[in-house]
């Protein structure tokens, strides 16, 4: 037998096989390997095969993300996976072009409106969707704490130009007779009241549904009265006029009240032409920009002054009802400083300068002299405010004024500054005395009554773009004024004065004070900027409920409209967002025997409450002035004998509540009612310096966990039951088919959707009204619960809102007396804990 010769290698030790014969052994190795590299066979897609320093999140939509070499393979790729292929995007040049801009605005004002500040709002502001409006809700910056300053100490300022107008126009004793319907004298000065009458102050009023009062409550309404002329004086029943400012959760139902009351039909609705009839284009270049203007003021805000406007009238047009929704703008500055922003934002058109003037809505008015001696009055009775005003709270409460002041972007500074008080301190001012005592009587006549000249003054208004163009051509030295700016028009304004809280026992005096402006459609950009250059915090709807916490008040109450609605859509969000979370995360309000965590049932705590259980288990506020007060005197006194023997069990009474020591309630705390043992264990922990609560709940037991378990089993099983059935009947058809068989689907939605349906009725009982009492959910009666609860930087206190029933709180009082305390207090438990606590209440006089 023959041996193979092996090569010697000195430097190793043995034989080995030769060269020539390995590199002939793994030459078929290397030749698969060169095929593998050449013609790769992989499972990953064009894009993923990338080195890692190539890849981009965006190759999988974007081919042309991707190198050349590899787009037609990436695109054979993605349509064998049946990904639509996307169309090319326009640039943003070709999207901001003005009329491509102005297209995509009006599409998308198509579901809800916009106001005229929205597109600046936009840029800073949270933006939501409510009441058919597209609204700001809070600045995108941290500002909840610098809101509550500049409404406290500077100026905070809010665009309410969504709040709905209404027009109405009759006589006296006509709109008094059909309000009667609407309205209580129970709940304070009616709408027909002498000092309203007379047009120099605004009113508020709580509207009802049609002799329901106290039940079925729609709202609460502004209300002004246009002055009333010399001519005017002189007749008899003369027609007046008359403005509803209405919050739009409420407005439509309103509306509804106001036609059948007054008996009102629908008329020919009023159209207000683009432009003059008698002016006809002779070339088509001006018939293109007629097109052009008819676009530009259909999108000139929601306010779209060339608009078709609903009228209503009765049969013997005695009464007629226009709708101004959407027409004027309104804004609100609140605060001290709120009357330094006026100062400098608003100038008063000079009578020298009108005269000059030509070819603009007051040219009309040079020649008459009552028009001149008004416009005087009102000038003169401004500038001593800027003299003598440190705040409007030292003004008449609610007083209206109105001016024509010069185009706002006449008045901005270079740069944004902040709002100054340059008034000394002085323990008598002679002009503030002559502000209150010698007041004219025709500071609220104003040309924004008549609606054909608030439509002429929104269309000869110069655009911002025409401005600047102007100032480019005509402005020598920058940021001097220029000729053209004397001749702009005047712009009429109304200004009506807050007076903040008036009850310092009660309140903060003076506390979110300020000026409504009313402007007319077009200049509401212009008008915002200026307050905003001149040193006013924008603010949204956050700011809306943080101020009236402050004020301890409410805006919607929980009998209305508006509070009804949004107490459906917080239940939902809640709820939705409480399911969402694992079965682990979620708190157990069955252990902490808490019937309702989501809202507030005050039909069933009004049923528990009454001595007669009766089907009827409707509930109202009370806004009774009289009774309020003798409730406030029986507190003071202590004595529950003289508390009001007239009030009926569907009654709620609206408290302002404070956390005595340590506890963070929340919204839909309980109020309950304590014992004598509550009250000697809270003189012994304070006693002892100790913050540990008054009482705790006992951990219940939840009797449904057991059932949720099994249930939750029972579906686990029955979905792989089901799955396994689906995969044996794929395996029967991959015997017999000669293609890929795949999978049927599921089918298992409605069998999820009920078992998630039955886990959440297991988890929260849906029936309170019938399965529970919402009284003895714990161990101290239920009598009332918080709507509105958070920390109150006013104070420095925990604090909120609450309603309570009459003879809950009756029954409290006479516990007090009992156990001869100097301030009545009860307990209030969060939702979250079971721990109670003592807090101090107030009754609020201006429900």
């Given at each position: ?6 090569e ?7 034989s080995?096989?030769?060269t ?14 060169v ?8 499972n990953?897609?064009?894009f993923q095969?990338?080195?890692k320093?190539?890849?981009r999140?965006?190759m ?10 590899y787009r037609?393979?990436h ?28 297209a995509d ?6 579901k ?22 597209r ?10 704490r610098?809101?509550?300053r ?18 109405m ?11 009667e ?7 304070g000065?009616g709408?027909?009241?002498?000092t309203y ?26 209300f002004?009265?246009?002055p009333?002329?010399?001519s ?12 509803l400012?209405?919050?739009p ?9 106001l036609?059948?009351v ?8 009023t ?10 284009p ?14 530009r003021?259909?999108?000139m ?7 078709n ?10 009464v007629e009802?226009r709708?101004?929704?959407?027409t ?5 500055l609140?605060g ?6 006026l ?9 020298e ?25 009102q ?7 800027r ?35 340059n ?6 001012n002679?002009h503030?005395?002559e ?11 104003s ?10 003054i929104?269309?000869e208004m ?22 053209f700016?004397?001749?702009?028009q ?9 007076p903040?809280s008036?009850r ?14 009313i402007?007319p459609?077009g ?8 307050f ?12 809306f ?10 805006l ?15 239940y939902v969000?809640?709820?939705?967002k409480?399911?969402?979370l ?11 025997s808490?019937?309702?965590p ?25 806004r ?9 005197e029986?507190i003071?006194?202590?004595n529950?004998?003289i ?12 408290l302002?509540?404070?956390v005595?020591r ?8 309980l ?14 922990l ?15 037991s ?24 689906r995969?044996?009947?794929?395996r ?7 293609t ?17 349906k ?8 849906e ?11 714990g ?28 003879d809950?709180l ?11 305390l ?9 939702t ?16």
């Open positions: 037998m023959m041996t193979e010769k092996m010697y290698d000195p430097s190793l030790v043995g080995h096989m030769p020539f014969q390995y590199a002939a052994s793994v030459l078929k190795e290397m030749r698969d390997l095929k593998s590299i050449q013609n790769p066979v992989c990953k897609l064009v095969s990338l080195p320093h190539m890849r999140r965006a999988s939509h974007h081919p042309k993300r991707l190198p050349r070499k037609t393979a695109i054979a790729q993605m349509s064998k996976s049946g990904k639509p292929q996307q169309r090319e995007r326009p640039s943003r040049k070709y999207r901001r072009r003005p009329q491509n801009l102005l605005y009006l599409r998308r004002q198509r809800h409106k916009w106001l005229e500040t929205h597109i600046w709002h936009a840029k800073r502001f949270h933006m939501i969707e409510r009441w058919g409006y609204l700001p809700y809070a600045s995108c910056d941290k500002t909840y610098a809101c509550y500049a409404s406290a100490e500077h100026c905070l300022l809010q665009d309410i130009s969504f709040h709905a107008c209404i027009e126009k009759g006589t006296v004793e006509d709109l008094r007779k059909g309000f319907h609407l309205t209580s004298q129970h709940c000065l709408i027909t009241a002498k009458l007379t047009g120099r102050r605004e009113g508020s009023i709580d509207f009802f549904k049609y002799k329901q009062y106290p039940f079925k409550a729609l709202g609460k309404v502004n002004l009265w246009r009333i002329t010399d005017q004086k002189q007749e008899q029943n003369c027609s007046r006029t008359l403005w400012w209405i919050h959760s409420c407005s439509r139902c309103i509306l509804e009240e036609v059948k007054f008996h009102l039909n629908s008329s020919k609705i159209k207000i032409p683009l432009d003059n009839e008698d002016e006809k002779k070339i088509d270049k001006t018939s293109k920009m007629r097109v052009k203007t008819q676009r003021l259909q999108f805000t929601k306010y779209v002054a060339r608009q406007i609903p009228v209503y009238k009765n049969e013997l047009a005695t009802l709708e101004l929704s959407d004027i703008n309104r804004f609100r609140t001290p400083l709120a009357q330094s922003v100062n400098h934002a608003f100038k008063v058109k000079e009578l300068s009108v005269a000059t003037m030509k070819k603009t809505w007051i040219e009309n008015f040079l020649q008459d002299q009552t028009f001149l001696n008004v416009y005087g009055q000038k003169q009775y401004w500038e001593k405010c003299k003598a005003l440190k705040s409007p709270s030292e003004l008449l409460s609610n007083m209206v004024l109105a001016l024509n002041i010069e185009d706002p972007r006449l008045h901005r500074p270079r740069k944004r500054t902040k709002a100054i008080n008034m000394e301190p002085d323990d008598y002679e503030l005395e502000l209150l005592v010698d007041m004219p009587p025709n500071l609220s006549e040309v924004l009554w008549e609606q054909s000249l608030r439509d002429r929104s269309e110069v655009k911002s773009h025409a401005y600047c163009s102007l100032r480019e051509q005509q402005a020598i030295v920058p940021g001097e004024r220029c000729q700016e004397d001749s702009l005047a712009v009429p304004v109304l200004l009506i004065q807050r903040g008036q310092g026992d009660y309140k903060r005096l003076g506390y979110g004070c300020g000026w409504d402006v402007a459609a200049y509401g950009l212009q008008i915002w900027l200026s905003i250059m001149w040193g006013a915090r924008p603010g949204g709807l956050r700011e409920e943080t101020i009236a916490r402050d004020m301890g008040e409410e919607h109450l929980p009998d209305t409209i508006g509070g009804k609605q949004i107490a459906a859509e917080r969000e809640l709820r939705n409480y399911f969402r694992p079965p682990n995360k979620r708190l157990n309000y069955r252990k902490l808490i019937l309702s989501f809202r507030v049932p005050f039909s069933q705590l009004v049923r528990d409450w009454k001595s007669n259980t009766t089907n009827a288990n409707d509930f109202y506020v009370l009774d002035r009289s009774k309020l007060k003798d409730i406030v029986c003071k006194k202590s529950p004998r508390f009001p023997s007239t009030l009926t069990p569907e009654c709620l009474i609206q302002k509540l404070n005595k340590r506890g963070n309630p929340n919204n839909f705390s109020i309950c009612l304590p014992t004598k043992k509550d009250f000697k264990r809270n003189l012994k304070i006693h002892l310096r100790n913050n540990d609560p008054v009482f705790t709940e006992p951990l219940l939840d009797p449904n966990e057991k059932e949720r378990k099994k249930l939750r089993v029972q579906h686990k099983k029955l979905l792989k039951r089901l799955r396994a059935r995969i044996r009947e794929k029967k058809k991959q015997e017999t088919s000669n890929k068989v795949y999978i049927r689907s599921a089918g298992t939605a409605a069998i999820c959707t009920a078992q998630f039955k886990m959440c009725e297991l988890w929260l009982p029936d309170v009204s019938t399965l529970f009492t919402v009284r003895k959910q161990c101290r009666d239920v009598f009332g619960y918080l709507t509105s609860a958070n920390f109150c930087l006013s104070e420095g206190i925990v604090g909120g809102v609450g309603y309570v029933t009459a809950g009756k029954q409290l009082l006479k516990l007090c007396q009992q156990c001869r100097k301030e009545p207090m009860c307990l209030i438990r969060p979250n804990s079971r721990h109670y606590r003592f807090a101090t209440f107030k009754v609020n006089l201006d429900v």
